[in-house]
């Protein structure tokens, strides 16, 4: 059963209200254009603000190598802040995805009202108050929906969680600091570099996964996979 309170200007909800995405779906539409609030597991949860200089600084810097990633390599795509549907009860905003576009194979649709419906094949959240909600009810959803690999980046403690949401599994870093995706070769994140806040060494590491021989077969299967539009 929904909770739902009312004010004279707009339909409303509080954090911890229960109900369907369509119900939320409804609400939200109507809210101003600065509210933010996600749907997890059926309940819902308002986005903390303001934001913290260390979130700010790491989200641009992890988007900045998902953007670069996507510019070398045709049929995928990259997203901020861009809400995904999920089910009858999921309906979160997550802070970067990286997906294979559908006409390329990917397990994602996009919505004729422009919406991604399914779980990209990489989530990226980037943690601070939100850290236990990252790390649980959304893990729980992107895990339920056929996600594939989801990072929870703890900016406050510079720790990466790094998951294999098919194993239900976390996985390790290698002995050299640079992340490695599973999902998309030639992904790579230097870690140390991250923290650091050393932009020419993100993207030095990252142009190294990109010229490597899985990174090239990767792009070509994602072309040889592209349907006709």
């Known amino acids: ?3 739902v309170s009312t004010t004279s200007r707009f339909p409303s909800f509080q954090n911890g209200d229960r109900m369907t995405r369509a119900e939320f779906h409804s609400i939200y539409d109507k809210m101003p254009d600065d509210f933010r609030a996600e749907l997890v597991g059926g309940v819902v949860y308002y986005v903390a603000s303001p934001l913290k200089l260390p979130h700010g600084i790491g989200h641009v810097h992890l988007g900045s190598l998902l953007t670069t990633y996507e510019a070398h390599t045709g049929g995928t795509e990259v997203a901020d802040n861009a809400t995904i549907l999920l089910g009858d009860d999921g309906e979160p905003q997550p802070d970067l995805f990286l997906r294979i576009l559908p006409q ?3 397990q994602t649709q996009t919505t004729d009202d422009e919406y991604v419906a399914g779980v990209p ?3 990226l959240e980037v943690a601070a108050t939100s850290r236990s909600i990252d790390l649980h009810a959304k893990y729980d959803d992107y895990r339920r929906y056929g996600g594939l690999e ?3 980046v703890c900016v406050e403690e ?3 969680h790094w998951f294999d949401l098919r194993t239900d599994s976390e996985l390790k870093i290698d002995n050299d600091k640079v992340l490695r995706s599973h999902t998309f070769p030639g992904l790579w994140i230097d870690t140390e570099a991250l923290w650091a806040g050393n932009l ?4 030095a590491t990252l142009q190294r996964g990109l010229a490597t021989p899985e990174h090239a077969e990767f792009a070509e299967k994602l072309d040889g996979d592209r349907r006709p539009e």
């Open 150 to 152: 989801y990072l929870v």
């Open 121 to 123: 094949e990489l989530v």
């Open 1 to 3: 059963m929904s909770t």
């Open 200 to 203: 020419l060494q993100l993207q």
């Open 104 to 106: 390329y194979g990917g």
């Open 158 to 160: 510079q720790q990466i």
